[in-house]
């Protein structure tokens, strides 16, 4: 059986190393550390993995599944009911009520369909509670065919169009560059959209390139494997 205190403390220290990073980072580029907000991206880890990267401060997290997060994440907010829950995976339309009702932010919202569904479900959930997610639009960077996201050359009327048909308020953008391609010209280009767009939140930057894309803007960067270690 493996040394869970020992998994713990390694967690807790590479999220230590993360933020130090991240505050590096930014200050590098005249930028206050506390302008990126570091998501903890704990998918496929259990409760008792990710409760001490929560005992340690951090506050923000990203799920890549409705259903999974939803197995586990309430029972930790009722724990720490300051947590910011983030969808950072893509999102079924049927799976839009769920999903407006646990998370806090919805990175993924990629087509109509799924902004009309998110207008019925967020005007449902502001009626009902007051509460609303932010949203970001996934832009496909690297228009891969197999990469959810709108390409960059339809990208400003598609917000126009979520704003404007739809009614959504959009916070920002979101992108995952090529595996295969250097990420700064895709982070490069999700601001200059964002920049004509007038959108404040720039998703982009993974464990292994988020101090570029905080070089280029980022002010939300999506670290999994830095922190909790890579998946089984």
């Known amino acids: 059986m493996p040394d869970v205190s020992l998994e713990a403390s390694s967690a807790v220290d590479r999220l230590a190393a993360v933020r130090a990073a991240i505050a590096r980072a930014a200050r590098e580029e005249g930028r206050d550390p506390a302008e990126v907000t570091l998501v903890a991206v704990s998918k496929t880890f259990a409760a008792g993995q990710i409760e001490p990267v929560l005992a340690a401060g951090q506050r923000v997290f990203g799920e890549n599944r409705v259903q999974e997060a939803k197995a586990k994440w309430p029972a930790l907010k009722a724990r720490y009911p300051d947590v910011e829950l983030h969808l950072i995976g893509p999102l079924q339309s049927n799976k839009a009520q769920e999903a407006v009702a646990l998370f806090d932010v919805i990175h993924s919202l990629d087509r109509p369909s799924l902004a009309a569904a998110l207008a019925k479900e967020i005007a449902r959930e502001k009626a009902k509670s007051g509460r609303q997610p932010r949203l970001l639009v996934q832009i496909n960077t690297g228009e ?6 709108v390409v960059p050359a339809e990208a400003d ?27 700064s010209p895709h982070f490069a280009l999700l601001a200059q959209i964002a920049r004509r767009n007038g ?34």
Not at 144 to 149: T, W
Not at 206 to 215: G, K, L, N, R, Y
Not at 220 to 226: I, M
């Open 157 to 183: 009327a598609f917000i126009a169009a979520c704003r404007g048909v739809h009614g959504l308020v959009i916070d920002g953008l979101m992108c995952i560059p090529p595996i295969d391609e250097p990420p």
């Open 144 to 149: 891969e065919p197999q990469k959810a996201g």
């Open 199 to 232: 959108l404040s939140m720039l998703s982009m930057g993974m464990s292994a390139d988020f101090e570029q894309a905080i070089m280029l803007g980022a002010t939300h960067v999506r670290v999994g494997s830095a922190i909790f270690g890579h998946r089984g």
